[in-house]
């Protein structure tokens, strides 16, 4: 009887082990990251907040300068496993702290970020031989930060929500999955950039949306006469990909009925489906 491959069961690494293996992935080039992150913002992250303002604003916002500062980064977890094409991925769990300096010129009024974190699951993929490693994030990672003097933008009340949505979708576009940024270590082989950027999916999640109940009340009666109510709509993600479905109006109980089946490639077992309920008028 022919022997089979060992299988790599997935473990967690223990914290000193962790420290031990991962810590020169986390001796970063601060030079260097900095212009490349201050590229992306030029040439992605403010397009991107240009695009999503209203038509009377567009063009309005520019990022002037980016710094990084200081970064502290927190490795709160490593765990090994092998993905279902048995390549070998080790996954961190990053938790860090920013001291950035990011100056912003909203509508002639100075705003600025003095400081941001960043937490989520960093995938490292490696290929047979180390030919070539792929990274990523296989959930779309949390990011928050600090917006000064925006109580003076009167212009564009909602510029940070604005702001944060222009920055999830470059960074989701760049690195969650099937996204990923890649390295090729051997040209001579058979593998190329494009086989380790361009991963085929799993399967296809297929959704369908049917009701809600008990939702909270958003809307308010004027004057406070009679019950109040919301006009529901939700929205689901799985990785990159989001859809919306159709508002039911008036009702703390919806009951959706039409258009309200969606589908979602899966490129790993590890991704989470979110859902959030919103209010059309807010």
Known sequence: MASEEPRLKR?????GEAGEQISPLLSLDM????????????E?????????????????VKIASCDLGKVTPNL????????DDQTVV???????????????????????????????????????????????FVNPPEIDYHLTGLARCVQCP????????????????KLVIPARQVADFKSEDEIDMVDLSSPDPLGAL?????????????DISYFGFGPGTSD??????????????????????????EGNSTSFLVYEMAQLVQYLVYDEDR
């Open 90 to 136: 080790l996954d961190l769990g990053i938790d860090a702290s920013l001291e950035v300096q990011v100056s912003v010129e909203a509508f002639r009024i100075s705003l600025g970020i003095d400081r941001a974190t960043f937490r989520g699951s960093l995938s490292l993929a490696f290929r047979d031989d180390l030919a070539g490693m792929e990274f990523y």
């Open 206 to 218: 297929q959704l369908t949306l049917h009701s809600g109940k008990g939702l909270v009340a958003a």
């Open 232 to 257: 529901p709509y939700v929205t689901i993600r799985l990785g990159q990909a989001t859809w919306r479905s159709p508002t039911v109006n008036r009702n703390l109980d919806p009951v959706w009925t």
């Open 158 to 173: 909602g510029l940070r929500s604005i702001i944060h949505s222009a920055l999830m979708e470059v960074i989701c576009s």
């Open 76 to 83: 709160s977890s490593a765990t090994v496993r092998r993905r």
């Open 31 to 42: 030079s260097r990251i900095n212009g490349l992150v201050q590229k992306v913002v030029s």
């Open 44 to 60: 992605a992250i403010e397009p991107a907040i240009n695009k999503l303002l209203p038509s009377r604003l567009k063009g309005g």
């Open 11 to 15: 473990r967690r690494l223990e914290e």
